[in-house]
């Protein structure tokens, strides 16, 4: 049980982050934070937050777990911020889609105090942002990723494993490096891909007498292309480098494909397309028990 | 109202419709082909079909409606199977999701009876198939693609047009050079794109620890990989000029995002992923009106 939550960026994260810890009663009171002083106060009037603090250091005064919602590229900003008043009982977590850059920003910022922090990802989101789509049930059946260092407290590493699993996540842990690893080929890339296709068809002279007839594989496949744009430039820029290399193997297979479509070798296009499809046949994503 | 439906290849398409027909009370007996016996017996099993035909033959004698439900490739042979019994009263259509090849394999097989013909295509679909998965309301708010030629009998293009309307389908004509088009870029192309991407996480050799932390953007982005190989492997093969010039589209955009990623371009970056989202957030799906 928690005395007071401190939630910086108070988005679709941050709020359903509030929501679900309140909801299960481990929690007295919520603090929050945003740039945008409308933003902090419309999740005051949506009851998601229950005091507006003027500034990220006045957030964290007082709170014993705070987390860090804001852009990755903001992430290491905000941790200066609120360096002075981190304590050593102090939970903080994230939930960047990168791990790597946050955990070098929270050693630089943060300093002799970075063991208070433990970088966590959970694989949850929408397409849709902001603090009004915020939903209680975001991180129930999900997974979520902790990536501890060697100066992660041990205490402080327990309690995000119990709080998240209260909230219903499967915690898994992992180094920051496998972390981006991963994520780069089953989150980033088709992030990428989905953003390059919409404005290959967009950009075509009938591109919206095409999308007028699109159908349900289109809107599935293409929903992840709506995602906010600041929030995926700061994810990409963060994990370049595994990126370009999942990038590169996409490209491969896919010239593969092209190659058999193209000399018209049917037996091996319908060998790739099987290969395709039973991989993802196979495919169950990981939820948690009830 | 129809005295009797003949459904060639008992599969999900053909299968749905079948159901749907019978729901809307359009017709009173629905006979069944498939190129497997027990995939027919199946069928009749499941109370999709009505009667079990031995041939495509015979499953046309005697019916005044025809659906065409088998993988692209085999739709030339199964016009030339079935040209004999075909009247000029006669309504057939086909359920393919190329519509050149198709208007061509009818001309050549069906010659003069050509004019009985009203080439169809369906904007509906799951990724699993097979006459189990069939659903009644599978065309149900869906649009639905007619590309009639100059020789298709004005009196059967508007059976077919009262027909899908009947069953819920928002009918839309067009040219079947213009169909190949659009859906090489919103259909074939983002299946192409997730065959692709399937078989590039799964080669790695870490591909099995990456898709077991895959979530619902993954999840979503990929549902189509999982579509049939021998269907898809005719799609390709079929419109394969049009795929590959909307391919090559595709990979110019995703190298302007790479080029953006690796020099650093982080506002140029931002701008593209903006593009893509803004069009993305602005689809509707087109739905039939209640």
Same mark, same amino acid.
């Given at each position: 049980?928690?005395?007071?939550?401190a939630?910086i960026g108070?988005?679709?994260?941050?709020?359903?982050?509030?929501?679900?810890?309140?909801?299960?009663? /481990?929690?007295? @009171? *919520?603090v929050?934070y $945003?740039?945008?002083?409308?933003?902090? +106060?419309? &999740?005051?009037?949506?009851?998601?937050?229950?005091?507006?603090a003027?500034s990220a250091l006045e957030a964290v005064a007082g709170s014993?777990?705070v987390l860090i919602?804001v852009?990755?590229?903001a992430t290491e900003a905000t941790f200066k911020t609120i360096q002075p008043l981190v304590t050593?009982?102090m939970?903080i977590?994230d939930?960047?889609?990168?791990?790597?850059?946050?955990?070098?920003a929270a050693?630089?910022a943060l300093r002799?105090k970075?063991?208070s922090f433990?970088?966590?990802?959970?694989?949850?989101?929408?397409?849709?942002?902001?603090?009004?789509?915020?939903?209680?049930?975001?991180?129930?059946?999900?997974?979520?990723?902790?990536?501890?260092?060697?100066?992660?407290?041990?205490?402080?590493?327990?309690?995000?494993?119990?709080?998240?699993?209260? /909230?219903?996540? @499967? *915690?898994?842990?992992? $180094?920051?490096?496998?972390?981006?690893? +991963?994520? &780069?080929?089953?989150?980033?890339?088709?992030?990428?891909?989905?953003?390059?296709?919409?404005?290959?068809?967009?950009?075509?002279?009938?591109?919206?007498?095409?999308?007028?007839?699109?159908?349900?594989?289109?809107?599935?496949?293409?929903?992840?292309?709506?995602?906010?744009?600041?929030?995926?430039?700061?994810?990409?820029?963060?994990?370049?480098?595994?990126?370009?290399?999942?990038?590169?193997?996409?490209?491969?297979?896919?010239?593969?494909?092209?190659?058999?479509?193209?000399?018209?070798?049917?037996?091996?296009?319908?060998?790739?397309?099987?290969?395709?499809?039973?991989?993802?046949?196979?495919?169950?994503?990981?939820?948690?028990?009830?």
């Open positions: 049980m928690f005395e007071q939550l939630i108070c988005g679709l994260m941050g709020g359903s982050f509030a929501l679900a810890l309140k909801r299960a009663g /481990l929690v007295k @009171r *919520v929050g $945003s740039k945008s002083p409308t933003t902090t +106060a419309r &999740a005051h009037q949506m009851g998601v937050i229950d005091v507006e003027a014993d777990i919602a852009p990755v590229a050593p009982e939970l977590m939930v960047g889609s990168t791990k790597r850059d946050v955990v070098d050693r630089r002799e970075v063991g433990v970088p966590a990802h959970p694989i949850a989101g929408k397409e849709v942002s902001g603090v009004e789509h915020s939903d209680v049930d975001l991180y129930q059946g999900r997974q979520l990723i902790l990536t501890p260092i060697e100066r992660t407290q041990a205490r402080q590493l327990q309690q995000a494993v119990d709080v998240w699993t209260a /909230l219903g996540s @499967r *915690v898994v842990k992992m $180094s920051p490096e496998s972390h981006d690893a +991963a994520f &780069a080929a089953v989150s980033h890339l088709p992030h990428l891909i989905s953003f390059a296709f919409m404005n290959a068809i967009a950009g075509q002279p009938q591109g919206q007498d095409y999308l007028s007839l699109a159908g349900p594989g289109f809107r599935d496949f293409s929903r992840i292309a709506a995602s906010d744009a600041k929030v995926w430039r700061d994810i990409m820029m963060s994990n370049r480098e595994e990126l370009l290399a999942q990038t590169k193997i996409f490209q491969l297979n896919l010239q593969a494909i092209e190659l058999m479509i193209a000399s018209g070798n049917s037996e091996a296009l319908e060998g790739l397309i099987d290969q395709a499809s039973l991989a993802r046949s196979h495919w169950r994503m990981v939820q948690q028990q009830k």
